[in-house]
């Protein structure tokens, strides 16, 4: 196959599918080059866990609870890191520890602190070795290539060392599709207003998202010239997108910036009068995400933050690790939604697309022929509490077949899992993986207060997703033929129209959507999983809502949807835009490149 294929004339424009453009491959390890010289310059941060857990889940809990004194009065940063950061005492006393090493620390936000020295003296403050590693892109690392030893304040406060690490275990959700088609065809492609009309979003002429600030955390940065390119093409100005750059953040590539565009694109096509900022990183380490997520809740400007990556929360417990257990890094980024939580951000990740079998065995990382087969995980930060884990299904629209009608209404969904003659998601021998809407029961996070008048499956855990929209299907390495219904999406990179597939399409246009309930109920909305739960149980006990759709065929290789209620493909079901925002006499979308939905 061509690195280009021509799919078809839309009035003056030639879409074209890239198929150099793929996501980076999961878990990367770093290749271990010689010792980091004593006098090497060595950077890093030190994230400080919050006090008062239970206190603070109480406060959260009271903050989404209608019937409470303090529902949605939001705290500003300032005033939760009063009451639940580290006390300046503790901070000092980090401060000095470190520095009788020779390592100084800067404190850059109330929960971080950077921190600089030469390798000997890292060394000797965390009793470990470093050497220098070197990724397959050709970015380099410093790697502590044992287990870090905190004493002294460091030990006591808990304190978590981020970003002397040689492995990134995060992905992104965006793939090529293999499956091109016509625009106009039932199973897409689709644009932003097809889907907008298909999920009854509320007509452009009612909500826009203007006043609300979307926030896209992604690595890669963004090519003006391409987001006028797509917004044109709908006859739609483009939306007011710029960009924070975050430790640097990553420049713009054709293939790096592949996902960031998908973001952009879909999420400023749902809300187009929102603000978009990119918090752009450098890549989806543990560290930089985690750099990412300190500055947007320290900015405190995102009313809603999508993120289109994720990673097994299987990936980083000992046993894939030699031993060492590195899932205090995701509950340290935990905890940093929960304090976007309490400052009312709503935080929106895609669930994955390897189904429910999202993890692979540890020999497979070790290039072992016939390494075994794909293990159930799911992915964070989907599975964190305090984020809303969007799914995903294959989407039908009515067709004509008349050339120029645009109408794309909707007419089904299913959620079948593609099998996979390859690992497309590790590049290894693994065998047994689906392309399918990532779902499971998690193995950190207790199941939450919003899924307890839930049956969700699992009585203890937290399970994903929460609700579902389109991802698509069909990617590169399917075995035999794919699912009639397989569908996907149109995006612009690289001055080329792309089709692509994935939980991260779904995800961005459910942002869009939260940034349009925003705009509806004039306040920011906090972890939007209290709503969305609510929503379903009234559903459920016969109040006529139609909120969600329910009883979508599917399954995604080890959990099978429901004829109605909640299931581990889908969640809730996919929603019906103006019933979500509790707003049925509301016009909806109509047809693309129409006034009501341009």
Known sequence: MTPTMKLAALGAAILCLSTSSTPLLAAEKAALQARAAATQQVGFDIYLPLQHRDQLEKDLADLHNPSSGTYQKWLTPAQFNARYGASASQVSAIKSQLAAYGLEASVVTAHRLHVTGNASSVEQAFSTVLKNGVYASGKTAVVATQPLTKTGALAQTDAVVAGLSGTIRMRTHAHATALPQNRYSPTGGYFFDDLKQAYSYPSYLAYTGKGVTIGILMSGDFNPPDMDKYFTHEKLATPSFSTVQVDGGAPFDPNGSFETHLDMQQSGGMAPKAKVILYNIPDLSDQHIMDGLSQI???????????????????????????????????EENDLYAQGSAQGITFVASSGDAGALDAIPAACFNNVPNCGTFL?????????????????????????????????????????????????????????????????????????????????????????????????????????????????????????????????????????????????????????????????????AGLPLKVFRTGIPGNNGLYSTTPKGYNRVLGNGTVDGINFLLAPFTPPAGTPQTPSNP
């Not at 993120?307 to 060492?324: C, K, P, Q, W």
């Not at 929209?469 to 612009?492: A, K, Q, R």
């Not at 995800?507 to 306040?523: E, K, N, S, V």
Request: hydrophobic share 35%; proline share 4%; with cysteine.
């Open 297 to 331: 809740i320290t900015d405190n400007k995102a009313d809603v933050v999508n993120m289109s990556f994720g990673g097994s929360e299987l990936l980083y417990t000992a046993d894939f690790n030699d031993g060492v257990d590195y899932t205090y890094l995701l509950k």
């Open 376 to 540: 159930p995980s799911v992915e964070f930060p989907a599975s964190s509490p305090h984020v809303t884990g969007v799914g995903g299904t294959n989407l039908i629209t009515t067709y004509t077949g008349t050339a120029g009608d645009r109408n794309s209404k909707y007419v089904r969904e299913s959620a079948f899992a593609d099998p996979l003659s390859s690992d497309i998601f590790y590049g290894t021998s693994a065998t047994g993986g689906v392309w399918g809407s990532g779902g499971g029961d998690s193995i950190l996070f207790k199941k939450p207060l919003f899924q307890a008048l839930t049956d969700t499956g699992n009585k203890t855990y937290r399970t994903v997703p929460d609700l579902a929209l389109h991802m698509g299907g069909c990617p590169f390495g399917v075995i035999g033929t794919c699912n009639p219904d397989d569908s996907f999406d149109y995006e612009v990179i690289g001055n080329e129209y792309a089709g692509v597939i994935g939980t991260s399409a779904s995800a961005p246009d459910f942002a869009g959507l939260t940034a349009l309930a925003i705009q509806r109920f004039g306040t920011r909305v906090g972890n939007e999983n209290y709503y969305i739960y609510n929503l379903a149980l009234l559903q459920s």
